[in-house]
């Protein structure tokens, strides 16, 4: 499955699991020039402008910035980087979010290392890749569905940036350190975004955060 490695495609992995990021850069190097590993969401946006690579296999749950948001802050920026999610979120309303967000490709971690291998020559290929795993859908009707669909998000993508944050269990400080504005900032989003979605505590926001897939339910801890 070698090809000549002056004409390979290059890669950009991303994965808060080291161990995961050093076995699956294992396994696509002998096809793809493996260009950068980073784990967390902000060093992915920084990594890929940098960069530029042919394509992106990234994680949803990441730290600092979410793949689904990075994902959406590269679509504009790097029209010609194809970026795969490869996942535990078995969610096909996830994977549709993806696609909306400027994904070519959605697979399971669970799947078989040929299939994503699949998945990067469709995508690299100019086409698309949704596992089978997760949807019995057509793959046309899929993507259509996903890319002609309303996003469930009712928040901005500053405010995401905050929620993940502060779902993560950082100090508004922190939080405000992370993204460069000021803590009065970032409580005027958390508590705009309580009022706007109806909720009363910082409870009921870090479960509304699990459900967008921003942190896992293992990560759950209230905000300060």
Known sequence: MKRDLTDRPRLLLADDHAI???AFKRLLEPVYEVVGTV???RALVEAALRLKPD???ADIGMPQLNGLDACEELTGQLPDTRLVFLTVNEDPDI????I???AAGY???KAVASELFTALERVLSGRFYITPLISSEPLAVFIARAQHGHGGHK???RQREVLQLLAEGRAMKEAADLLKISPRTIAFHKYTMMEQLGFKTSAELVQYAVRLGLVSSEENRPST
């Open 20 to 22: 995961l990021l050093e």
């Open 39 to 41: 784990t967390n969401g």
């Open 55 to 57: 394509a992106i296999v």
């Open 95 to 98: 994977a549709a979010e993806a």
């Open 100 to 102: 909306r967000r400027g």
């Open 107 to 109: 697979l399971l971690k």
């Open 155 to 157: 928040l901005s993508l």
